[in-house]
């Protein structure tokens, strides 16, 4: 089981560009999350998926579209990078109460 | 919706002595709390959680205390050792929404970065 995977690991944008990271999960867990991780501030939910073709918004969803076309992938994706999209990145997924957690996209907006 | 303070922000400790962190939660209605660990460039794992129903937990020298009326929960390590040196979030689940579900969704803390001195 390779658990919970993220494309790419790095990645620096020019603002205004656009892109999407990639989750995968191998576990055939129904709900997925999205979350970004800010010095200080902890993880904060941008967006989750509690199926196959269902997504919701989290605590902080602006600037960022998500879909769930497949039950073991979850894409982020940013239409218009903007600086304060810096951050990293992390996807996890979720069996009964307790989320396992991709590597992380460490993402860096110019 | 649920908001979780958490404290210190920062915690030192020579090897050998205890280590707690203490973290609050707004919303009565949250019943699941978990604590993550997350050592300097990786993803944050999953070290102890607790039920809303159990007051106490404990797994070897890490444990787990709930005071569901005061609304805080805290995290203990004790004989610390320097490879317990992490960044510690901990979480809650936040209460259902208008039909009876959370998702799963977890609130977390700001986060304390303990340093354990050899």
């Known amino acids: 089981n390779a658990g919970v995977t993220q494309t790419p690991k790095f990645r620096v944008l020019k603002t205004g560009q656009s892109m999407t990271l990639l989750c995968a999960q191998d576990m055939n867990h129904e709900y997925m999350y999205w979350y970004r991780q800010d010095p ?56 009964l109460n307790e989320q396992f957690f991709g590597p992380g996209t460490r993402l860096t907006v110019l | 919706g649920e908001n979780v303070e958490q404290h210190p922000s920062t915690l030192s400790v020579q090897e050998g002595d205890s ?48 005071n569901k009326t005061a609304k805080h929960f805290s995290l203990h390590i004790t004989e610390t050792q320097p490879e317990d040196s992490a ?11 208008a039909g009876g579900t959370s998702y799963g969704k977890l609130t977390f803390g700001q986060g304390t970065i303990l340093t354990v001195h050899p």
């Open chain 1, 40 to 95: 200080g501030m902890g993880l904060r939910l941008i967006h989750y998926s509690v199926g196959e073709g269902t997504t919701a918004k989290g605590e902080v969803p602006d600037g960022y579209n998500v879909s769930r076309l497949k039950k073991q992938n979850f894409l982020l994706g940013l239409e218009s990078a903007a600086p304060s999209q810096t951050s990293v990145y992390f996807c996890a997924s979720r069996r």
């Open chain 2, 19 to 66: 280590a707690v962190i203490k973290c609050t939660y707004s919303d009565s209605a949250s019943n699941y709390f978990p604590w993550y660990k997350q050592e300097l460039g990786k993803r944050p794992q999953l070290i102890i959680d607790i039920r809303s129903n159990v007051g106490e937990k404990k797994d070897q020298r890490i444990a787990v205390t709930l």
């Open chain 2, 87 to 97: 960044v510690y979030f901990c979480a809650a689940i936040g209460p259902p929404n």
